[in-house]
């Protein structure tokens, strides 16, 4: 069933030429026990390199049943070697982290033999060969002569038509070796079996047919076969493939056998693991921290209409706060001279300027009230608020000491924000409200401009009942003829004389903060009730004083020509101009914010851009500028993480590469069985990806691990700040994967190296 025609086999060391075979023309029975003798480098092994199609000869042609190989693809090649032929070694050639079963079925694992079966037949040739006993032993827990059995029995396993030996008793003491070739004698009853031997007594002993080699030809055949034409068609050739479970179960046990390396392996490809894990979950931390952060006391922060709206991005690019006074172009800086020039405080043309006006004020008081704490409405009216102290004298109270403003406006929320420990709320245009701090103090100021003692503490009730006239701006204001300007009313007695003049108003409550309130809205001062706002303003804006005030480019009460911004302020102050200086919306809570901005923002729709009113959201600034913050961080730390990745990822393809070296002999053996280099590619990509995947999952472990002292540790740093460091739900996973993509790249190349060894020369490395 084969025939060797004319087949010349040399080997070019450098300009040196070796014919190990030259014209060797030799056929073979399809039974028969044929013993190629001959002395050492005579060309035994090359012969039956050859026949077995673990080499290639250089010319002539070897037949297979009639049928040429010359044109036999690799493919091809590894077939007719898993399947036809069965090698035996002088040196066994046993894959030593497998066990013996293992090392018998791998042959048919190739052949794609269900899991059942392969064990079956593999048991059942071991029974064969004796060594039912010792499947689960390791090849070098044997004998030689058991572990010339095993490969016997590998090379059994398959069953196939011809059996190539190679020096089978060459590494075993003499009695051994008559059961191992009473044994191989026995297989030539059934199959061709081919053996290489030196011994010539061995040859003569057991085979039948003597074939002795000479400087790569034949001397002598003592049974020569010329039946060329025996075409019986026996041979089988299936193509073979390794299942990946198959090459991830060989690269698993090999791996076991160096637990420690894999172990150390693995961490150091887990390193650039643990990097991005723990930046990652950082980042991820902060972020969520940041969400907290934001849900609770940011939610407390107001969405803010302002004159000039704060932007971040205009801020940035101009760098610096709005409202600060642009650069001069015609005048130069740190002049010499004595000159100082007047200029008005103009806003950067790219700014934005919100012009509030009543449609707008319509459309926040359109705003649904269950959104919002507080809508505070701040305007420059300055009222003018007279107290009578007790030895008669008037005085003009500063507002602005006593920090006289609206008090809340929504009675639920005043109620759950404030405590009224004496009196009540104010209810009405003629009631205060007193607030106070959270240890009952007040400012020395507020004191002094309410006419009284900053030296002695007081009692409640010296507040409850504390009067006070509001005097509007006709009665306050007194036109006087001679200066044509308009002069305060000379005798602020009046007001407390007569009935009809002023808005009587009178503390009727004190108030403080409660404890469990986020924040405070209102300073500690004297509050009134909105209503009596309103008032005061109705009246100013149609008083006579601010008519002449609106008519005027000088001021009607000094003289002195006012500017236009002047002007304006002055009119607030008075309360004629009645637009608010600033909104503050206090959202309800963090998810009512959007529904309000989403209120806000609608006001603008259709808007030209010069109408719009822009909104301030600084809890969102924080939040953008914080964001923006970790995230660069985060790219940094990332970044260094990648490069730890990468240099794990360099060292895992080097170690890859050592285990490639390592396992060369594997590697032949597994090509003499017939693995394609396909199959042994697949069996080093499936040990980086075993090695990826224990890199990934020990390197999040370790990560997770270590997120815990981080904890502590920043929670211990920064006081109310906790888990900066949680991991995402996904992160593990994607880590993984990664690792394993990025180990299984790394080993690429040295799994390449591996697939295109010489299966013969790699079968000679020991
Ligand atoms: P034998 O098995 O009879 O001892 P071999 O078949 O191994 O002999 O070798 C035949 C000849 O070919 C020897 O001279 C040997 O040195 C040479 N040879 C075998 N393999 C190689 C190789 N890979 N490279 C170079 N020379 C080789
Ligand atoms: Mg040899």
């Known amino acids: ?216 030809r034949i001397e002598s055949d003592s049974n020569p076969y010329h039946n060329h034409m025996d075409k019986e068609g026996r041979l089988r050739i299936k193509k073979t493939a390794m299942a990946f479970s198959q090459a991830l179960k060989l690269s698993f046990s090999n791996l076991k056998t160096k637990k420690f390396r894999t172990i150390i392996t693995a961490f150091a490809g887990s390193i650039g693991i643990i990097g991005i894990a723990l930046v990652l979950s950082i980042a991820n931390g902060m972020n969520r921290e940041i969400d907290r952060l934001e849900r609770t006391t940011l939610a407390e922060f107001p969405i803010q209409i302002d004159p000039v709206p704060f932007d971040l991005d205009a801020a940035r690019e101009q760098g610096g706060p709005p409202g600060r006074a642009p650069e001069p172009d015609d005048l130069e800086k740190h002049p010499d001279g004595t000159t100082i020039t007047p200029y008005e405080r103009t806003l950067r043309t790219t700014q934005h300027v919100n012009v509030i006006t009543d449609d707008y004020l319509d459309h926040i008081d359109a705003l649904d009230e269950s959104l919002y704490n507080e809508v505070a409405i701040e305007r420059r009216v300055n009222m003018n608020l007279l107290r009578q102290r007790e030895t008669g004298e008037v005085i003009n109270v500063n507002t602005g000491h006593i920090n006289f403003s609206q008090t809340l406006s929504k009675e639920a929320f005043f109620d759950d924000t404030y405590d009224i420990l004496e009196g009540r709320r104010p209810d009405n245009e003629h009631e205060l409200l007193l607030v106070i701090d959270e240890y009952n103090r007040l400012n020395a100021r507020i004191i002094n401009a309410l006419g009284l003692s900053d030296t002695t503490t007081y009692q409640f009730e010296d507040f409850i009942g504390m009067r006070f006239t509001v005097a509007l701006l006709d009665e306050y204001y007194v036109f006087n003829e001679t200066s044509d300007l308009y002069r305060a009313r000379t005798d602020l007695g009046d007001f407390f004389d007569t009935d009809d003049l002023g808005i009587d108003v009178e503390i009727v409550g004190i108030a403080r903060m409660s404890d469990d309130a986020v924040s405070s809205f209102l300073s500690p001062g004297i509050k009134h009730h909105p209503d009596l706002t309103a008032l005061y303003l109705e009246d100013a804006r149609t008083s006579e004083i601010g008519m002449a005030q609106m008519e005027s480019d000088t001021s009607v009460i000094t003289g002195l020509p006012l500017s236009s911004s002047a002007k304006q302020a002055f009119l607030r102050t008075l309360g004629v101009d009645s637009t608010p200086v600033q909104i503050r919306i206090y959202p309800a809570s963090f998810e009512d914010k959007d529904a309000i901005t989403a209120h806000l923002d609608a006001f603008n729709e259709g808007r030209e851009e010069s109408e719009e009113i822009r909104y301030t959201d600084i809890a969102a600034i924080v939040i953008a500028i914080t964001g923006d913050v970790i995230d660069g961080i985060s790219y940094v730390l990332v970044a260094f993480s990648a490069i730890s990745l990468v240099v794990s990822s360099i060292m895992i393809g080097i170690i890859t590469y050592v285990s490639v070296l390592e396992r060369t002999k594997e590697i032949g053996i597994l090509r003499s069985l017939g693995a394609r280099k396909k199959d042994i590619t697949s069996v080093f990509n499936a040990e980086t990806v075993i090695i990826g995947f224990i890199a990934g999952v020990l390197g999040i472990t370790i990560a997770w691990g270590l997120t815990f002292p981080i904890n502590v540790i920043i929670r211990r740093l920064v006081d109310g700040v906790e888990n900066v460091a949680v991991m995402p739900l996904t992160l593990p996973f994607i880590l993984i994967m990664i690792s394993i993509a990025l180990t299984f790249i790394s080993g690429l190349i040295p799994a390449r190296i591996a697939s295109n060894k010489h299966p013969v020369e790699a079968l000679r490395i020991e």
Do not use: C
């Open 1 to 216: 069933m084969l025939d060797l025609i004319d087949i010349t086999k040399r080997y070019e060391i450098g300009t040196f030429r070796q014919t190990a075979l030259d014209s060797v023309r030799l056929s073979f029975r399809n039974h028969e026990f044929v013993a190629v003798t001959g002395p050492s480098g005579s060309g035994k092994t090359t012969l039956l390199n050859m026949i077995g199609g673990l080499d290639r000869f250089d010319s002539g042609d070897l037949l297979i049943d009639g049928k040429s190989t010359a044109h036999f693809s690799e493919a091809e090649w590894d077939a007719y070697r898993n399947h036809s032929i069965g090698f035996v070694f002088q040196t066994y050639n046993l894959i030593h982290h497998m066990s013996v079963l293992a090392n018998v079925e791998i042959g048919l694992t190739l052949s794609g033999v269900s899991a059942e079966e392969r064990r079956q037949r593999a048991l059942d040739v071991l029974k064969k060969v004796g060594l039912s006993d010792h499947v689960h032993k390791k090849p070098n827990q044997l004998s030689g002569g058991q572990m010339q059995r095993v490969a016997i029995a590998r090379a059994l396993v398959n069953d196939p038509d011809i059996i190539l030996a190679d020096e089978p008793t060459g590494a075993i003491d003499s009695e051994t070796s008559k059961q191992i070739m009473d044994l191989i004698r026995n297989i030539s009853k059934e199959k061709l079996v081919i053996m290489v031997t030196h011994d010539e007594g061995i040859a003569k002993a057991y085979a039948h047919r003597l074939v002795s080699l000479k400087d790569g």
